[in-house]
């Protein structure tokens, strides 16, 4: 058979295989639609010859687009011919030169894409439909502003993907962003379910993506995810009978057991968490899950230690950002360091060495001197201290007006002066400086702390096994799914 669409996405932790999830979350409401897609993971795997089978045999006079997203791909600058790092690290990584590791050199979708040679894998397409449009969307678009693509979708791409499909007369600017939260009253986001085919090939070991809700209660001033702030939890989190619903069919369809939490901070409610909880005590399979906290709620409601470890979580990102008072207060994180640290001790007698957690501090912020940096990082390696299985101490990201147009911006980002900040050269914005006697005066001079603390740390932190192994996956997508879905296709079934 042939598709009305095709998404193309890549790989989310390479050099190990899971799926690029917003790929498969618009291919669901497609589908909900009436639309036959076609999700192609694993690009960065994904050989020429391998697309030109796809080619043939996927695409008909049926076929309305190709999408292509950026979220996996590597941050890249179009104007540099330089070798490219993992697709995993963060831009920071690229723009400093620190942790670099060639990109690997194989003439594949996200390879071409990198190096500004994606038009032959366009043609390719179009040899067997000239008419089909051309889309690219996800987290990086303007990394890619030279990609040729007929539209460009910014943000969440839900309702913006149906406008276009169905009002045929609207004349379309190249930038689709009507609507870049898909907060339209039309989208029912809490009865919406991400679904997966036969054409997906999907392993009982993977380690799937679910959303229980979209977007966040609080609105720290260094976050630049686009749906902080939201006020009522009813209006943002998916129903119980939903998300049981597509666990449930996960694991009857595919075997699988073992999740990412998406949400931008799973605890922000301690009634989602009391819900997840009935949702899991429902399935009849144990559900593992690794997911995104906020230290500050666990320690005003500590039950949700219970209620997390009960539910399954085997893997946890604390983003602790800083223990210093006044740096704390002016990200929106004024709770006592006590307090916070008194919580990580109450939630290792309940979580043991069972779950595996990772925390985040930055390094930069506002008035936090780098002797407290220090500090913070040495109390980190205490033998008895209860998370110093993964810190992780990364510099403050500073992406002001006019570096990228289709990018969130934090609150930080958008007045960087009101909170202390000067961008010297917009040609190497990231490289902010600062003049407040903390001893951290510039992007540089954080990444050295970092580089420290990190080269330190890697000789004393404590290892804890993490049950959620993408290597329990798919382990090569060639065998494992490209020449599985080439025959399917070739097969028409």
């Known amino acids: 058979m042939t598709f009305d669409a095709i998404l193309l996405t890549d790989t989310a932790v390479y050099p190990n295989w899971t799926r690029g999830y917003g790929a498969h979350r618009l291919a669901s409401h497609l589908r909900a639609h009436g639309y036959s897609v076609l999700v192609i993971d694993f690009s960065i795997k994904l050989k020429f010859d391998t697309w030109q089978e796809i080619c043939k045999y996927a695409i008909g006079d049926n076929t309305l687009f190709v999408g292509f997203s950026t979220t996996w791909w590597p941050y890249r600058n179009p104007a540099q011919d330089n070798p490219f790092v993992s697709p995993v690290v963060n831009l920071a990584d690229n723009v400093s030169d620190f942790n670099m590791r060639e990109y690997p050199n194989e003439m594949t979708l996200t390879y071409d894409a990198v190096k500004g ?17 051309i889309l690219i969307g996800g987290a990086k678009i303007d990394w890619y502003k030279d990609f040729p693509a007929d539209y460009f979708f910014s943000g969440l791409g839900e309702t913006q993907i149906m406008d ?35 054409y997906d090939f999907i392993q009982p070991g993977e380690i799937l993506t679910v959303e229980t809700a979209r977007g966040c209660k609080f609105k720290c001033s260094f976050c630049s995810f686009p749906l902080i702030g939201q006020k009522k939890i009813a209006d943002y989190t998916k129903t119980e009978e939903t998300l049981y619903r597509e666990l449930l069919e996960n694991w009857e369809k595919w075997g699988v057991t073992d999740y990412w939490i998406a949400d931008d901070t799973f605890n922000d409610n301690t009634d989602k968490l009391r819900m997840f909880k009935k949702i899991t005590d429902r399935l009849p399979f144990d559900l593992n899950y690794r997911a995104y906290l906020r230290l500050d709620v666990l320690a005003m409601h500590p039950e949700q230690i219970g209620l997390l470890y009960d539910s399954g979580i085997k893997n946890c990102w604390f983003g602790i950002e800083t223990f210093h008072a ?14 916070r640290k008194n919580a990580l001790y109450e939630m290792q007698k309940v979580w043991g060495d069972d779950v595996a957690v990772a925390s985040g501090y930055i390094v930069g912020l506002p008035h936090e001197p780098k002797e407290h940096v220090y500090k913070q990082a040495e109390w980190f390696m205490e033998e008895n201290n209860p998370i110093n299985h993964n810190p992780n101490f990364m510099p403050l990201i500073i992406n002001p ?63 804890v096994d993490d049950p959620l192994k993408y290597e329990n996956g798919v382990k090569d997508p060639d065998a494992e799914y490209f020449e599985l879905l080439v025959e399917k296709l070739k097969n028409g079934n």
């Open 401 to 463: 007006p006019g570096a990228y147009d289709h990018h969130p911006q934090s609150a930080i980002d958008k007045n960087p002066e009101k909170y202390g900040y000067k961008i010297p050269d917009m040609n190497r914005f990231n490289f902010w400086t600062k003049d407040d006697d903390t001893g951290i005066g510039s992007f540089e001079e954080a990444w050295e702390v970092c580089a420290d603390i990190t080269q330190m740390m890697n000789t004393r932190s404590k290892i």
């Open 117 to 133: 040679n994606s038009q032959r894998w366009i043609d390719e397409a179009k040899k067997y439909n000239e008419r089909i449009k």
């Open 164 to 198: 276009f499909l169905t009002e045929k007369l609207r004349i379309w600017p190249k930038y689709i962003q009507h609507d870049t939260h898909a907060d339209h009253h039309r989208w029912d986001w809490i009865h919406s379910s991400t679904r997966y085919t036969e």
């Open 326 to 339: 006044e740096a704390a207060k002016s990200i929106g994180k004024g709770m006592p360091e006590d307090k």
